[in-house]
């Protein structure tokens, strides 16, 4: 195994870098590592790489192995491109990490490109943490925060301090205001002028890429995508986008390529009008008796339904419909629920292949997202060919 080429060793580690639900297999990355050293060091960067299975018991190891040595640890922490951590206050020893330990973990990541969190029994970050965390940070293009208090600013203080976020997912319902970003900060009455609304500025980041599992309220809403005008581009909503939801994403609405819908609906349908460029569109639960054909944008290259299993279905019609409504489709991806209604599915084929459609049959969970890295071509999957991008 040693005299096997490293630029051949590290297409077999990358070969074997995903399990089947896309996910990075740490099993056969630390089992490669063990083979020799020509492999050891390969596979101890892709191991690093992405660091989501971090619990309280092993955030201590982890933090160690990046502080090992000036020389070692320095480069396990550079390999580090995605971290998915729990943050819990000073005084809960065994939580998870603490806001210190994690300007510290960050500090010792230099080349991190994706935040995933979860704060846990904590408000908001004191300004002597978020000023560190600034710094230790500023390389940040992608975060999700799975989850916080209701009334936390957490996420107002984040995209304040990291202005350089693309790619935000936010997996919890919002009800506080941007603008008390800290303790001293007032609260925003609910009867605020206008014309002091209007002077308080927006969010600074240029969204790309917005997942909301909730909406949250039309101002919290506006604010967030202030300064994303010209930017975003794909958009993924939990939640049915009502007459408030749809008179702000309007403005962005012409500019999507990809629109996400968990349920389809009178409303949904109002919203999808307006994409007038859309190149993909996503749903997740795809309505029997609603048509989808009369409202799809001519654009679309990509149309994808992914019924959970649970989900009962007796007819593929909306979507052979939705099939010959689409001049431009080339990839149709469908669940294998699909597949169990035989005749309809066959018809289904038929039409992609009259079309020059590939079909993809799927059964990828909708939590398990894409790399959050700039489109070329629809559908953007997980892959190794994406490393490159995460920089």
Not at 37 to 55: H, I
Not at 196 to 202: F, W
Not at 280 to 292: D, K, M, Q, R, W
Request: neutral net charge; charged residues 20%; glycine residues 4%.
């Amino acid at each position: 195994m040693s005299f096997v080429p490293p630029e051949l060793v590290l297409c077999i580690l990358e070969h074997g870098y995903y399990t089947s639900l896309r996910t990075p297999d740490y099993t056969f990355l630390k089992a490669a590592a063990l083979v020799c050293k020509t492999w050891s060091g390969p596979a101890q960067t892709l191991l690093f790489r992405s660091a989501t299975k971090l619990e309280p018991h092993n955030i201590l190891t982890f933090h160690a192995a990046l502080l090992s040595s000036a020389s070692q640890g320095k480069a396990l922490g550079g390999c580090v491109r995605i971290l998915e951590i729990s943050i819990v206050p000073a005084s809960i020893s065994n939580g998870g990490c603490s806001p210190d330990d994690f300007v510290a973990l960050l500090q010792a990541c230099p080349q991190l490109y994706e935040l995933v969190l979860s704060i846990n029994g904590m408000h908001e970050f004191e300004e002597e943490i978020l000023k560190k965390l600034g710094d230790a940070g500023r390389r940040l293009k992608a975060l999700t925060l799975v989850k916080c208090g209701l009334q936390s600013p957490i996420l107002f203080q984040l995209l304040n301090i990291w202005n350089n976020i693309q790619f935000l997912k936010i997996g919890h319902e919002i009800a506080a205001w941007p603008w008390r970003t800290a303790a001293t900060t007032p609260v925003l009455r609910r009867n605020t002028d206008p014309a002091e609304l209007a002077q308080r500025h927006g969010a600074e980041v240029c969204l790309y890429d917005l997942a909301l599992s909730r909406f949250p309220t039309p101002d919290v809403l506006t604010w967030l995508l202030e300064s994303s005008a010209d930017s975003l581009r794909i958009l993924e909503l939990r939640d049915i986008p009502g007459p408030a939801q749809r008179n702000i994403l309007s403005l962005h609405a012409p500019r999507l390529r990809s629109l996400r819908l968990a349920h389809y609906n009178t409303y949904s349908a109002a919203l999808l009008r307006m994409c007038t460029a859309l190149e993909e569109l996503v749903i997740y639960h795809v309505p029997t008796h609603f048509p989808l054909a009369p409202d799809l944008p001519p654009t679309i290259e990509h149309l994808s339904f992914r019924n959970p299993n649970h989900t009962y279905r007796n007819t593929l019609q909306p979507i052979i419909e939705a099939v010959d409504a689409l001049p431009k489709l080339k990839v149709l991806t469908c669940d294998k629920n699909a597949e169990q209604l035989v005749m309809d599915y066959e018809i289904l084929k038929a039409k992609c292949r009259m079309k020059g459609a590939e079909v993809i049959v799927s059964d990828m969970p909708f939590w398990v997202y894409e790399d959050p890295v700039m489109v070329h071509r629809f559908p953007r999957t997980r892959s190794v060919s994406n490393f490159d991008a995460m920089f």
